[in-house]
């Protein structure tokens, strides 16, 4: 990977998306929308639009260069423009780690991915880019905006990557997956009419959205499928928790729970766990995998967890 180039790439997309918004008087992210098609498209109003889309094609740049620079353009929109919690993307960090889970647990070379809330399409493009395996990904996002940054993104970078804009919750015409993966989004429901219809449904008051995303992405799962998700630390015993658990016992086996340090969230409230799901009709009899990561930048960390994970994954003949 070329640091320099991917460099030089921020600062030509920067420069760009912001004369398009001194021009447009848009916001930072359809500015960013509008830099993407005028690179595909190779032309525009604007002569210095056009000279520094024509150097970053001279850059060649890789997919994952790429995504880089695009990060880095992010980072920098939220400066001024943050987005909210629950459309911030996926820490690289964590991405990898469930590539890495994945990998592990997964056999097959060829994999059907479904992303629930894919937002910018960080993770989309970790998945596709560091996996060893053929990922076919589809995205599923509620939000027009992130849908046209997410699926812009990927077109300039040439990824074979698919979106579609959807309410998760309600129910889709998709083909089931060998593996689904989601940062939960966090918070309500807020149609109880919909929500109603789901085993985790709340009795009083409105259900957890992330629930209810849990228990839906389990109906597009093939049978051994695979679930990661990105959820919040008391998933399990918070008020709702003994509906999900319920659901849980019938529908999955937790194979793993995996604590995230808390430092790479903005508060404590907001820290997540990733919770590893198998779907089967009759649980069997693996302990859980539980583990505490106290960090994700320590390599001799992160050397003892893969060592630990792919231990267990031996001796429970996963």
């Given amino acids: 990977m070329d640091f320099e180039k991917i460099e030089q790439a921020y600062e030509l997309l920067l420069e760009n998306v912001q004369n398009i918004q001194n021009v447009l008087g848009t916001s930072f992210y359809d500015a960013l929308i509008e830099q993407n098609v005028a690179y595909i498209e190779q032309k525009s109003e604007l002569e210095i639009i056009t000279k520094n889309n024509q150097e970053l094609k001279r850059l060649a740049l890789r997919k994952e260069e790429w995504r880089r620079a695009y990060q880095f353009v992010l980072i920098k929109a939220a400066q001024t423009e943050p987005l909210q919690a ?21 056999v097959k070379k060829d994999l059907d991915v479904l992303e629930i809330g894919s937002g910018t399409g960080n993770l989309s493009q970790t998945l596709v880019n560091q996996s060893i395996k053929n990922l076919d990904y589809l995205g599923l996002e509620l939000d027009d905006l992130l849908i046209d940054l997410s699926a812009s993104m990927a077109e300039v970078m040439g990824s074979k990557v698919h979106f579609v804009q959807a309410d998760a919750v309600r129910p889709q015409m998709l083909k089931e997956s060998d593996v689904i993966v989601s940062d939960l989004p966090i918070g309500y429901y807020p149609d109880d009419i919909i929500a109603s219809r789901y085993a985790v449904a709340s009795k009083i008051g409105h259900t957890y959205a992330h629930h209810l ?106």
């Fill in 86 to 106: 629950n459309h911030q993307f996926t820490p690289d960090a964590i991405a990898f780690l469930i590539v890495f889970i994945m990998e592990q647990l997964v």
């Fill in 213 to 318: 995303l849990m228990e839906q992405g389990l109906k597009y799962l093939k049978q051994d499928g695979l679930a990661i998700f990105l959820a919040p630390n008391n998933l399990l015993s918070s008020e709702q928790g003994d509906l999900l658990k319920t659901w849980l016992r019938k529908e999955a086996q937790i194979l793993a729970i995996i604590t995230l340090p808390e430092n790479i969230f903005s508060s404590n409230s907001q820290a997540k766990s990733l919770f590893v799901l198998k779907k089967q009709e009759e649980n069997q009899e693996i302990e859980t995998f539980v583990y505490p990561l106290q960090s994700l930048q320590d390599q001799e960390e992160m050397m003892k967890f893969m060592k630990n994970f792919q231990k267990w994954c031996k001796e429970s003949e996963i």
